[in-house]
C-alpha cells in the first residue's frame, strides 16, 4: 500500500456536485420554513431572524440552554416582518417514536457520553415539517454568519432537482479536533455540513439524524455517494476553541472516524448503487484496515505539530487532543463500527416507514401535540402572540 493511501483524505470535494450555476425561483420553489436549532443566547439569533424577516420565510427556532424562550420571541417580535414558532425543547426529548438503535448505550460509551440535542432538533424540524405537510425548509445553526438572501434564494432553486443543498464554513471552519490540529500543519478541506442545509422533505428515502458526532454526514450519505449534493457557497461560523478541552476530541473519535472510514468507501466505488457502496462498510476487515489508516494520520500529524512547536498555537492542548483521539481510536473496534452501520441502516428503515405513516397538513397545534412539544409561542412583528398555554385557557374558557 502506497504511503499515499495510508492517509485519509484532506478533502471530499468530489463527493459534492456543482452549485455556482444560477437556479431559479417559482412558486414551488419557496422555503416553508428556517429551522434553528438553538442553544446560545437569544441575541446571537439576530441574524438569522433579520435574514428570514427579509426573505419573508418564518422560522422554526428549537431553544434549549441558553437559548431561553421569551428572550427569543421578543427578538422575533421587535424585527420587522419577522414571524416565528419558537419551541422550547426539553432535555433528554427524544421524539415519540421507538428509540433508535444508534443510541444504544455502547455506542455512547464510545463517544465518550458525548451529550447534545443538535440531532433531536434536526429531527423536530424534519417531522414537524411533514406534518404540516411542507415540501422545503432550511436548516441554520445559530453560529452561522453572513449568509446571504440571494444564496438561500439560489440554494433553494437547487431543491427542485436535489434532495439536499448545502454550504460550508470556511471561516471558521465547522471541522472536527483531528480536522483542525492537521489544518495547522498540512493542508485539510472543509466539507458541506448540516449548519446550512437545504432539504426537500418529501422525498421518500429521506433519512433522520443519529445521535452522533458528524451526524449531518450520516443523514445525507446517499447523496454524497451518488454525488448528488451541490454546494452552494460558503458562510462564516462564529469562532471557538477545539482545542480547550481534549476531551472533545474523544467525543468526536467514534463519530469521525465512522463518517470519514464511510466516505472513503463511497470514494473508492463511485458510481455504484448506495447499497453496494455500503456493503464495503459492513465488514470488520475494512475497518480494521481504515482504523490502521485514522491512527497512522493521527500520528503523522501529531509528528508534524510537534516539529513546528514554536509556530502552534495551544501546543500543549493540540498535542493532548491528537493523544486522546489516538486512544479512543484505539478503543474503537472493528466489529462496533460494523454494528453501528448496521443499526443506522435498520433505524433509517424505521424512519422511513414512519415519515410514510405521518399525516399531513396537520394544524400547528395539533402536529406539535404530536411530537409532545407543548412549551410553544407563536409570535411575530405586529402579530397576535398564540401559546399552547393561551389555547389551553381558552378551551377552559368555553
Same mark, same amino acid.
Given at each position: ?6 492517509q ?12 455556482s450555476?444560477? +437556479? ?68 433528554d ?68 432537482r ?48 443519529a ?19 451541490p ?50 462498510a459492513?465488514?470488520?476487515?475494512y ?26 498555537d ?74 399552547? +398555554?393561551?389555547?389551553?385557557?381558552a378551551?377552559?374558557?368555553?
Amino acid at each position: 500500500m502506497s504511503r499515499r493511501s495510508r492517509q485519509i483524505r484532506a478533502s471530499h470535494a468530489d463527493l459534492l456536485c456543482d452549485g455556482s450555476a444560477p +437556479a431559479g425561483l417559482s412558486a414551488s420553489t419557496k422555503l416553508d420554513a428556517i429551522v434553528v436549532p438553538a442553544a446560545r443566547r437569544a441575541a446571537e439569533l439576530q441574524p438569522v431572524i433579520t435574514l428570514a424577516a427579509d426573505l419573508r420565510v418564518p422560522l422554526v427556532i428549537l431553544c434549549s440552554r441558553e437559548a431561553l424562550l421569551d428572550k427569543v420571541v421578543e427578538r422575533v417580535k421587535s424585527t420587522l416582518y419577522a414571524e416565528a414558532l419558537v419551541i422550547q425543547v426539553p432535555e433528554d426529548y427524544r421524539p415519540p417514536c421507538p428509540t433508535p438503535k444508534t443510541s444504544a448505550r455502547r455506542f455512547r460509551e464510545a463517544s465518550a457520553d458525548r451529550s447534545s440535542d443538535l440531532s433531536a432538533k434536526r429531527n423536530i424540524g424534519l417531522l414537524y415539517g411533514r406534518l404540516r405537510g411542507w415540501n422545503k425548509i432550511l436548516f441554520v445553526d445559530d453560529d452561522i454568519r453572513r449568509l446571504r438572501s440571494t444564496d438561500v434564494n439560489r440554494l433553494t432553486g437547487y431543491l427542485d432537482r436535489h434532495p439536499v443543498a448545502s454550504m460550508a464554513s470556511r471561516e471558521f471552519p465547522d471541522n472536527s479536533v483531528v480536522c483542525h490540529a492537521r489544518g495547522k500543519v498540512a493542508p485539510q478541506d472543509v466539507f458541506v455540513s448540516g449548519a446550512v442545509l437545504g432539504v426537500d422533505l418529501q422525498r421518500p428515502e429521506l433519512s433522520f439524524f443519529a445521535d452522533i458526532y458528524n451526524e449531518d454526514w450520516f443523514f445525507f450519505a446517499r447523496y454524497a455517494a451518488r454525488r448528488a449534493i451541490p454546494k452552494i457557497g460558503e458562510v462564516r461560523q462564529l469562532q471557538y476553541r477545539p482545542f480547550e478541552d481534549p476531551q472533545r476530541a474523544a467525543r468526536e473519535e467514534f463519530g469521525d472516524l465512522l463518517a470519514e472510514g464511510l466516505y472513503a468507501a463511497f470514494e473508492s466505488e463511485p458510481g455504484r448503487p448506495f447499497e453496494e457502496q455500503l456493503r464495503i462498510a459492513m465488514e470488520t476487515t475494512y475497518w480494521d484496515r481504515f482504523k490502521g489508516i485514522r491512527l497512522e494520520t493521527i500520528r503523522d500529524t501529531l509528528a508534524a505539530v510537534r516539529r513546528a512547536e514554536a509556530s502552534i498555537d495551544e501546543f500543549p492542548n493540540v498535542v493532548r487532543s491528537l493523544e486522546t483521539a489516538t486512544l479512543w481510536t484505539n478503543r474503537i473496534s472493528a466489529e462496533l463500527c460494523v454494528d453501528f452501520i448496521k443499526s443506522w441502516q435498520e433505524d433509517e428503515e424505521h424512519w422511513q416507514k414512519m415519515l410514510a405513516n405521518l399525516p399531513s397538513r396537520q394544524r400547528k397545534e395539533d402536529a406539535l401535540s404530536r411530537l409532545k412539544l407543548t412549551n410553544w409561542v407563536s409570535c411575530g412583528y405586529g402579530l397576535r402572540t398564540e401559546s399552547q +398555554a393561551d389555547l389551553a385557557a381558552a378551551g377552559a374558557v368555553g
